[in-house]
T-cell receptor
Framework: EAQVTQNPRYLITVTGKKLTVTCSQN?????MSWYRQDPGLGLRQIYY???????DKGDVPEGYKVSRKEKRNFPLILESPSPNQTSLYFC??????????????????FGEGSRLTVL | AQSVTQLGSHVSVSEGALVLLRCNYS??????LFWYVQYPNQGLQLLLK??????LVKGINGFEAEFKKSETSFHLTKPSAHMSDAAEYFC???????????FGTGTRLTIIP
């Protein structure tokens, strides 16, 4: 089954304790991205990756790190979480578009979300 | 910077009535436009998209949207609402040469029996 898998789905942690949210996709997609969803703000892009070893900042990258060592995995790292990072996080993936690479024109496939609470 | 504006954070319609969810984008270059739906406790899934070609786009579950360049709009419609349409809907935009997909703030659709 084609899917994007995130773990953990729920996490409560404390300020400053490093954590990693894993994301894995089995569709051989080049493009992967992390979003956070907050009430009234919609989804905001944190980081994205067009392919292995290629990552770039989205609109709200502060306090987050990512890596893309393998095509299927795109972990989100919070080195020193703070309460303002309490949110619902989504990982997503998509095919690049060949000659149209350089734009997101294909369907994004989303994971089920990871709800993070930082105390 | 690319952006989309969704008018109305909450919309309520009666079952069987027309659904109209509004989305306007800001751009000086041709956009790629999307509508996604999020059911409770789930991730988002694509309803429909406009990239090139026909400006009236049909999606899943009876939804459609029309790209109107003169109005910079991409409103989502469905002729007859069903209880199962209750969800949150997001409009999104991207552009060639910009690898981001930017979402609006969402519209929560409630269906009244």
């Amino acid at each position: 089954e084609a899917q994007v898998t995130q773990n953990p789905r729920y996490l409560i942690t404390v300020t400053g304790k490093k954590l990693t949210v894993t994301c894995s996709q089995n569709m051989n997609h080049e493009y992967m991205s992390w979003y956070r969803q907050d009430p009234g703000l919609g989804l905001r892009q944190i980081y994205y990756s067009m392919n292995v070893e290629v990552t770039d900042k989205g609109d709200v990258p502060e306090g987050y790190k990512v890596s893309r060592k393998e095509k299927r995995n795109f972990p989100l790292i919070l080195e020193s979480p703070s309460p303002n990072q309490t949110s619902l996080y989504f990982c997503a993936s998509s095919l690049s578009q060949g000659a149209l690479a350089g734009a997101v024109t294909g369907e994004l496939f989303f994971g089920e979300g990871s709800r993070l609470t930082v105390l | 910077a690319q952006s989309v504006t969704q008018l109305g954070s909450h919309v309520s319609v009666s079952e069987g009535a027309l659904v109209l969810l509004r989305c306007n984008y800001s751009s000086s270059v041709p956009p790629y436009l999307f509508w996604y739906v999020q059911y409770p406790n789930q991730g988002l899934q694509l309803l429909l998209k406009y990239t090139t070609g026909a400006t009236l786009v049909k999606g899943i579950n009876g939804f459609e949207a029309e790209f109107k360049k003169s109005e910079t709009s991409f409103h989502l419609t469905k002729p007859s609402a069903h209880m199962s349409d209750a969800a949150e809907y997001f409009c999104a935009v991207s552009y060639f040469g910009n690898e981001k997909l930017t979402f609006g703030t969402g519209t929560r659709l409630t269906i009244i029996p």
